[in-house]
């Protein structure tokens, strides 16, 4: 069996449109993220960006995750904006998003449910996080952390009916014998991310992963590569993530980076290729690769 080849990228922040913000807007949270982005837009750069999606074309893999915050403010320009950005990068079917904290900053005057992005969220008849899809053998596992906070906040929450779901989905793949990959914006693991950023009913979801397991978690959030474990039913469970896709590198957190995973579930293999953003060419270069059994946890 061949096998499946996943890319991974998130938080391209992508470049709010003109007139994204509207004075109404500037008395809510969205201000304070309109003062923040004038000093982080500077690290998300566009060229960075279109080169990390053509490198990602380059390598062809059979499906894209995107791990969240597309947006900054949460408006309804640049959710049609990033919904025209999302059809550049091929077939909604051979994409799954998970919203970011960014993508929910606010709820007044933001699309209900982030509806722009229904396509890319879940397959046809779901109707709820968590959106399952199912892709040969692999189940890609789409979770929502995205959710209003206050000022300064910038944590995420997946709920208990979320959770409750998750628990059935988790059983009934693994009775289908597929690998599963879940995709969730803040990471799960702790030490990742500042109490401020971090999932709040993360214990819930670590309790639940220990004893309905899965095979992968992707996450974005921290702006950072970070390689972590969650024991899981019958052995640890990899965490990933990775940096934000459209950073140049030159303030605290790398440059833009993607990853290259090619799972093979008939041998418990899990390969992962880094391939990042080089500041002397511009240009995305392989920064290493290892494997993951997941026979031996």
């Known amino acids: 069996m061949q096998p499946f080849r996943l890319a991974h990228l998130s938080d391209p922040h992508l470049q709010p449109p003109a007139g994204a913000l509207a004075p109404a807007d500037l008395v809510s949270k969205r201000l304070l993220s309109a003062i923040a982005w004038r000093r982080k837009g500077r690290e998300h750069q566009p060229r960075v960006l279109d080169a990390l999606t053509s490198d990602i074309a380059a390598y062809g893999p059979d499906h894209l995750a995107l791990t969240g915050d597309l947006t900054n403010f949460s408006t309804e320009g640049e959710f049609a ?166 950073a140049v590198g030159h303030g605290k957190h790398p440059p833009a980076r993607w990853h290259a995973i090619e799972i093979a579930p008939d041998q418990h293999k899990i390969r992962v290729v880094a391939r990042g953003l080089s500041p002397e060419t511009g240009a995305f270069e392989p920064l290493g690769n290892y494997l993951l059994d997941t026979a031996q946890g």
């Open 81 to 246: 904006a990033a919904q025209a950005w999302l059809r550049t990068l091929g077939p909604a079917a051979d994409l799954t998003l998970s919203p970011g904290n960014h993508d929910a900053l606010v709820a007044k005057n933001a699309p209900d449910s982030f509806a722009p992005w229904r396509d890319w969220l879940e397959d046809p008849g779901d109707t709820a996080f968590p959106g399952v899809r199912r892709r040969g053998p692999v189940a890609l596992v789409n979770l929502c952390s995205a959710t209003p906070t206050a000022p300064w906040l910038a944590t995420g929450r997946l709920g208990d009916a979320q959770l409750a779901r998750l628990a059935t989905v988790l059983d009934q793949l693994r009775q289908e014998d597929l690998f599963r990959v879940l995709l969730i914006h803040h990471p799960p693991t702790g030490g990742i991310v500042s109490k401020r950023k971090s999932l709040e009913d993360a214990p819930a979801l670590r309790a639940l992963l220990q004893a309905k397991g899965a095979e992968l978690i992707l996450h974005g959030h921290a702006h950072e590569a970070a390689v972590s474990t969650l024991p899981g039913l019958g052995g640890a469970i990899p965490v990933l993530g990775v940096p934000s896709a459209s």
